[in-house]
């Protein structure tokens, strides 16, 4: 009974001191077997019987050994663990992982845990939610953009990290476009950090006051999607619209070209019949009511152009097909799968002065943008439907 209490108050202590905190895979796409670590500061290792203090900027190396973690903490002294964890006493100390022991780079924080997963080394780092928040907007959004801006992709990452946390098994969320990309915490742009603060435990609900999935992406060419068009899924607030916002920013417009014998190979490997000596090999477009095409239809058959995106390495699946004589060519429109929030339109609208508020109703429909520890009391409050 005792024992339960004092656990109890150490979660409610816990909760009070660090608020949400996300765990993050780090270097999820990388398949390193060592790690060089070091800290602004003192830190401690715990491994499975031992706690070793490291001095600050010593450098300790984690080596995948088998189903044990090495730890080498200099030259002479190595432990065998199941599981290392470590952190530092203080708060604003940095930790940079490296593959190689030269120039450190220092830029995760929090705490971390390290154990071996699919002939790798995994890395979990624990930190709370709104700096996690500030490195994706950093990460996802780049510099030198309108504060309006920022504090629409720190709603959407916040919200994005919250409905996403069970797409991993040891962690929340990875680091990589799995999830939403993570390089380390921001580098200190104050306008990232005011737009974090100013929007902090705002979140984007729909309608029935659920966490939205906040798709977005970097440009619809002028035309968002509706999620049903993309994946099959029916997300009411994420319905296709024309944007005005993003057709003169820099991925508004791309443009490949395939030789017409690769362009034929494709499309063979494909089950589309085309002979060699045929004429007219480019096909035509299927739209959808929304205008964007969908479908890539030739001699009676059709190929759908999210498929073809993914084959051809295109920037989106918005494009039309010109015909020359030795080459096909792909006028395209916009970057990304198209469904939600154009990040260069929203970048754009905040430019003309729109706040964040009118960009994220732009567009995403019928949501509601609410404090996320308010947000049972705001459901709670909806209308009864007679
Ligand atoms: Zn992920
Ligand atoms: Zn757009």
Redesign the pocket.
Known sequence: MKTSVIFFCTILLSLHLHGQVVRLELL?QKQWTYLYVQCTDSFHIQCDTINLHIPSKHTVVFMLNGKNIQVKTDPYKTIQTAKASFSSLKNDALFALMQNSKSFVFKYEGEFSIQPKDQKIQVINSLPLEEYVAGVVEAEGGANKPLEYYKVQSILSRTYALRNQD??TESD??D?T??QVYHGISKKDIDIFTAVKQTEKLVIVDSTANLITAFFHSNCGGQTLSAQDVWKANLSYCVGKKDPYCLSMSNSTWEKHIPANDWRTYLKTKNIAVSDSEECIAGSMNCSANKRPLYYLHNNTSLATKDMRTDLKLKSAYFHIEELDNEIILHGRGFGHGVGLCQEGAMNMAKKGKTAEEIIHFYYSSVHIVLFDKQWLFKENLPVTP
């Open positions: 999820s797409r991993h969320v990875c990589g799995h999830c």
